[in-house]
């Protein structure tokens, strides 16, 4: 069936370092690919989002492409600071939004 | 208010007892959602509304679980009987459109309720 699939976390970076979480899906259409991010203490709230096939989402510094071809849709950020530590979230909608995991990330001063 | 609330934010119960989890979402959304949280697991789908209807609810885990919608806004979760394994983070989103129209808008979550079955 349908399904989203991320990286295990916890990801540990220091600050400023390179982040991307892998994000992989599979279905038998084309789905819109997502991006939730959950702070500490905080509800769920959309990062970014593409809608068609190489559509780049991008907010507050990360970024990801909608890969049709490897059904990827991995998210980036060049430089990472302390305040993005939290649980990221990849989601598919196939109709109804289907979310992966989740990939805690922890930003170390 | 201004998003999604839930009520309440932490509820501990014991088992065998019937809880109910209360979802207002955004004035003006049509579409209304709830998902599961458990530790360690991803966002598990349970039950999606338009307006008072819901066309789905596929993701209800067994029958001691039910939801409803009134008014096209306030919805409720009822867990009957609860069991441990109930113990999780009940989330509601309610977004602009729906399952059958193209899902592209954004889906606003609340804060979630905490359930602790003992």
């Known amino acids: 069936g349908d399904s989203v699939t991320q990286m295990e976390g916890p990801v540990t970076l220091s600050e400023e370092a390179f982040l991307t979480i892998n994000c992989t899906y599979t279905?038998?259409?084309?789905?819109?690919l997502f991006w939730y991010v959950q702070y500490p203490g905080e509800g769920l709230q959309l990062l970014l989002k593409?809608?068609?096939?190489?559509d780049k989402g991008s907010n507050k510094g990360f970024e990801a492409t909608y890969r049709k071809e490897t059904t990827s849709f991995h998210l980036e950020k060049g430089s990472v600071q302390v305040s993005d530590s939290a649980v990221y979230f990849c989601?598919?909608?196939?109709?109804?939004?289907?979310f992966g995991a989740g990939t805690q990330v922890v930003v170390t001063p | 208010g201004a998003g999604v609330s839930q009520s309440p934010s932490n509820k501990v119960t014991e088992k065998g007892k019937d809880v109910e989890l209360r979802c207002d979402p955004i004035?003006?959304?049509?579409?209304l959602y709830w998902y599961r949280q458990s530790l360690g697991q991803g966002l598990e789908f349970l039950i999606y509304?338009?307006?008072?209807?819901?066309?789905?609810k596929s993701g209800l885990p067994s029958d001691r679980f039910s939801a409803e919608r009134t008014g096209g806004s306030v919805s409720t979760l009822t867990i009957q009987r609860t069991q441990q394994e109930d113990s999780a983070v009940y989330l509601c989103?309610?977004?602009?459109?729906?399952?059958?129209?193209?899902?592209?808008?954004?889906?606003?979550f609340g804060e979630g309720s905490r359930l602790t079955v003992l």
């Open positions: 279905a038998t259409g084309y789905p819109s």
């Open positions: 593409a809608t068609k096939a190489d």
């Open positions: 004035s003006g959304h049509t579409a």
């Open positions: 509304f338009q307006g008072n209807s819901a066309p789905d």
């Open positions: 989601a598919c909608s196939w109709g109804k939004l289907q």
């Open positions: 989103a309610s977004s602009k459109t729906g399952l059958g129209q193209e899902l592209t808008g954004e889906l606003f």
